[in-house]
């Protein structure tokens, strides 16, 4: 009986995605000038192969480069060893990642796989949320954070605003070009998330103009400048708010109460045993300070059998009884970023607080936005191709996935990614050992 592969998307497979991210690499331009023996796209695209592949380490990739099949898989001419790689990429700056992650968005476009993304009438949401990924008291460059101690001593960090596309029913993410959290050329001054958050969203609309967004933050973001920002740039929101942080928003919902403003909704789930309760207003002002921001209020209550979750959000769309159950869905879906993005990339293989090298200017940085990008191209995989998703379902995890790629990838000649998850998926006999054909 012969086994008919799964049906791909063939521009969203990740052979046509690593031609397209090769491609991107190659507008980066190289100050070195033209006379090197290892192009920047390559040292770039092995960079960005290390991560594919979840090499634990830079050493564990320089140890096992398996040159014959990062030469067919990833179109990389010739592999600089670890320290070489280092000494590339760490000049260059990573705003010459832009592109390429708009390259990728755009293929996802193009092969509606955004679609199933949508959360309400044709918008995306988008949820933002800072993350640390480095800390050092000895390791740092010119980009670093830096928190200085009582007792003089300093402490060296890395931090970025990360960015992704959620839906509450999907598990897969679309993680956009983050934002660094680092300190600029000739200050003093440490960066914060919402200067970040600022440069991101400005950027985000030079990206994609036309795009709708509703981004989901948690309380710290929902504040009178930034919602301003939100607005500016064309942005709907739903930002978590807390009591004891907008005490004036509260008394303000409890005033609306009292004037019978307030609306109340209750929905009960019968079979997972747990009744959801809201009351919500609209129209009220945010804080004593900015009283012409006016927003509407969402509070929830998730009432189980034995504990009860309680959240409470702002937002610029007009809550009703038909859509209040949807808009707290998509309030909570921002748990993904730190679920599904940031707790993936720490602890599902990508090693994502791991230090592959510092460098004295990019290269921290570099690396992350690396990685990044190789987790965007996973995430492609997962949401559109069979293939990959068939390869998962029968291994069970990501973890056993990675780990089988990669002994694959080391030790056998392959064509392209799709013969390797098809060897994965149905065995490997027609397979060569890698030094039947290495010329090394
Ligand atoms: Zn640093």
Excluded at 252 to 262: D, K, L, P, S
Aim: hydrophobic share 40%; aromatic share 10%; with cysteine.
């Amino acid at each position: 009986m012969s086994i008919v592969a799964p049906k791909e998307r063939k521009h969203l497979s990740a052979d046509a995605l690593f031609h397209l991210v090769r491609n991107g690499f190659a507008n980066i331009p190289d100050s070195r000038g033209e006379d090197v023996d290892i192009s920047l796209t390559d040292a770039l695209m092995s960079a960005f192969a290390m991560f594919s592949l979840k090499a634990p380490s830079l050493l564990a990739f320089d140890k096992e480069r398996a040159e014959g099949n990062l030469h067919t898989i990833y179109g990389i001419a010739r592999v600089p060893c670890d320290t070489y790689m280092r000494e590339i990429l760490d000049p260059v700056s990573p705003k010459g990642l832009r592109p390429v992650f708009k390259s990728v968005f755009r293929q996802l476009q193009r092969g509606k796989a955004l679609e199933p993304m949508a959360f309400l009438d044709g918008h995306y949401l988008l949820a933002l949320d800072g993350t640390e990924y480095f800390s050092s008291t000895t390791i740092h460059c010119a980009s670093c954070l830096q928190k200085v101690h009582r007792n003089g001593s300093v402490t060296y960090f890395h931090q970025m605003l990360g960015a992704a596309i959620i839906h509450p029913d999907r598990r897969e993410v679309i993680p956009l070009m983050p934002e660094p959290i680092v300190r600029h050329d000739g200050t003093d001054k440490n960066d914060c998330e919402r200067n970040a958050a600022k440069r991101f969203v400005s950027k985000l609309r030079q990206d994609h103009p036309h795009l709708q967004f509703i981004v989901t933050e948690d309380s710290l973001s929902s504040n009178a400048p930034h919602i301003e920002t939100l607005q500016h740039h064309g942005l709907h929101y739903i930002l978590g708010v807390k009591e004891g942080d907008h005490a004036f928003l509260f008394q303000q919902v409890q005033a609306a109460e009292h004037a019978g403003r307030v609306a109340y909704y209750e929905r009960h789930d019968r079979a997972a045993g747990v009744s959801h309760r809201f009351r919500f207003v609209n129209d009220v002002p945010l804080n004593a300070s900015h009283v012409d921001i006016r927003v509407n209020f969402i509070e929830y209550w998730e009432i189980g059998a034995t504990k009860v979750q309680h959240f409470s959000w702002v937002t610029d769309l007009r809550v009703n009884k038909r859509n209040v159950f949807h808009l707290m869905r998509g309030g909570r879906a921002r748990w993904k970023i730190e679920n599904e993005t940031f707790n993936t990339l720490k602890n599902q293989g990508y090693n994502f607080e791991h230090n592959y090298g510092h460098g004295e200017q990019h290269l921290s940085v570099m690396f992350a936005m690396l990685m990044m990008l190789a987790f965007l191209i996973d995430q492609t995989q997962q949401l559109c191709c069979a293939l990959f998703r068939a390869v998962w379902t029968k291994l069970g995890s990501k973890r056993l996935l990675w780990e089988r790629m990669r002994a694959l990838f080391y030790d056998y000649a392959l064509k392209s990614m799709r013969q390797l998850l098809e060897t994965l998926l149905y065995g490997w006999q027609k397979l060569q050992p890698l030094l039947a054909v290495d010329s090394s």
